[in-house]
């Protein structure tokens, strides 16, 4: 079974996924949820894989509105200095701290619990609030996880706007990936 976390049902309207293989859970927003039903996913029986698909802000103007795997996640709103470099929990021993790759894409993604509406300090392509807390959970419990994000919006000071009515446009993207894969 792969479990396909999702923050919120605007992102994936509709959709029409095979219950047998696919289980779809809306996380809600931030790193918080993210990392709860992240840890509830992969601790079923059942779970073979994760997905977290959403929308996320883009600060690389090549990943505007396309849909991106993404192959490394950081998480952008920890910032501990001096004990850890920006971006790194620190004391963390779980060797899952710092970057976390996923695949080969080149693309890296940052998460942080906050709306991004102009550059954060930790340069990425594209920004969210949940990929890194799910790539993690499921890099603990051993689970293949891929995060795919749809580029939703500039992450600049029309975001908020942008995003609300671009939220659903990945949806047919994303679906049309599960059937190749």
């Known amino acids: 079974m792969i479990y396909v976390l999702i923050a919120l049902p605007g992102e994936l309207p509709d959709h029409n996924l095979d219950p047998a293989t ?6 809600g927003v931030g790193k918080i949820n993210a990392t709860t039903y992240a840890a509830l996913a992969c601790i079923q029986q059942d779970c073979d894989s994760v997905i977290n698909y959403g929308t996320a802000g883009v600060l690389n103007a090549a990943y505007a509105g396309k849909l991106n795997t993404i ?11 001096p004990q850890a470099e920006l971006g790194t929990t620190p004391f963390d021993n779980s060797g899952l701290e710092g970057e976390i790759g996923l695949s080969s894409t080149g693309i890296v993604l940052s998460t942080g619990d906050n709306f991004v509406m102009s550059p954060p300090e930790l340069t990425s392509d594209l920004v969210d609030m949940e990929g890194y807390a799910i790539a993690k959970v499921a890099k603990h419990f051993s689970k293949p996880v891929m ?17 609300e009515e671009n939220q659903a446009d990945g ?5 049309e990936l599960l059937r190749q894969i």
Do not use: C, N, P
């Open 22 to 27: 696919y289980k779809v859970w809306f996380t």
């Open 171 to 175: 949806a047919e993207l994303f679906i």
């Open 71 to 81: 192959g490394s996640v950081i998480q952008r709103d920890m910032d501990a200095r």
């Open 147 to 163: 995060l795919v994000k749809y580029g939703s919006d500039m992450a600049d000071k029309d975001a908020s706007k942008t995003w």
